[in-house]
């Protein structure tokens, strides 16, 4: 994540859509968002408000590592949010089978700025409040290079997704994304 809270706030404005911030505004530092990190969510406050806070991606899983993906398909979620991101990694085998590090993807919306990636948050006594992505079959874009995907609902459907009645949004209501292949010297396309 390399942007700060005023932009996730202007992003959530543009669409007619208040964002408080309950436990003050946070001083988000650019930075690679890891499993177990913690990074900023999205959700619907009790007051029906939304609310931008931060907590851990992942809670520990029941056989010690960390549940940080779950797949969407045939299931209901209550307490969901959005994870806010500009971009998301996916690794694949590297091309030269010695190779010991996996080929590393960066996807990035083609219109800039910021995702709102599905999310679920559950609490658990070792952690408290922690978020999971939620995954689909992937779309074109990603299926090239991996058999699933975090779900990216368009902006303009980021309040129907927080409300806990309505289905997950379809593929086709997803944000477009790119991908730039990371090398070790930059960005390869």
């Not at 969901?80 to 080929?103: H, M, Q, S, V, W």
């Not at 939620?134 to 074109?140: F, H, M, N, R, Y």
């Not at 944000?175 to 390869?188: D, M, Y």
Request: with cysteine.
């Amino acid at each position: 994540m390399h942007k700060g809270a005023d932009a996730i706030r202007q992003l959530f404005a543009e669409q007619g859509l208040q964002l408080g911030f309950p436990e003050g505004i946070p001083n988000l530092q650019p930075t690679d968002i890891r499993i177990t990190d913690p990074a900023p969510i999205v959700r619907m406050g009790k007051d029906g408000g939304l609310e931008l806070v931060i907590r851990r991606w992942s809670w520990p899983g029941t056989h010690g590592k960390p549940v940080f993906n779950l797949r969407s398909e045939g299931r209901s979620f209550t307490r969901r949010c959005l994870a806010i991101a500009d971009g998301f990694y996916e690794f694949t085998k590297p091309d030269d089978p010695k190779a010991k590090r996996k080929n590393k993807w960066l996807f990035s919306p083609v219109e800039g700025g910021l995702l709102g990636i599905a999310a679920v948050t559950q609490t658990h006594a070792e952690v408290g409040e922690a978020f999971s992505l939620l995954t689909a079959e992937p779309s074109p874009e990603v299926a090239v290079i991996h058999n699933r995907q975090i779900i990216l609902p368009r902006p303009d459907h980021w309040l129907s997704w927080l409300d806990p009645s309505t289905l997950l949004p379809a593929a086709s209501s997803w944000s477009t994304v790119s991908a730039k292949r990371i090398t070790e010297i930059g960005l390869e396309t």
